[in-house]
């Protein structure tokens, strides 16, 4: 889910927007992550990706 999210502020970074779209929590999250970006790296491809987060998925709600 990280690398992800990491995917999606690495490709939404245009200076074009106005100033009130402008969100402080994306940018540390983005800031967090790109530090993290070696060990996110497990997953490079969107197939891999959606694979383990199926298997997540199905892991997590067994009990519901």
């Known amino acids: 889910m990280l690398s ?4 999606k ?3 939404s970074k245009d200076g ?3 100033w ?6 994306d940018e540390r999250l983005h800031k967090q992550l790109g530090r993290q970006r070696n060990q996110l790296a497990r997953f ?4 891999r990706r959606g694979a383990a ?4 998925d199905r892991y997590a709600y067994q009990w519901y």
């Not at 009130?20 to 929590?25: G, I, K, M, V």
């Not at 987060?53 to 997540?56: G, I, Y």
């Open 16 to 18: 074009g927007t106005d």
């Open 44 to 47: 490079p491809d969107a197939t």
């Open 53 to 56: 987060r199926e298997t997540f």
């Open 20 to 25: 009130t779209s402008y969100q402080l929590a």
């Open 9 to 11: 502020l690495d490709t």
């Open 4 to 7: 992800e999210r990491l995917e």
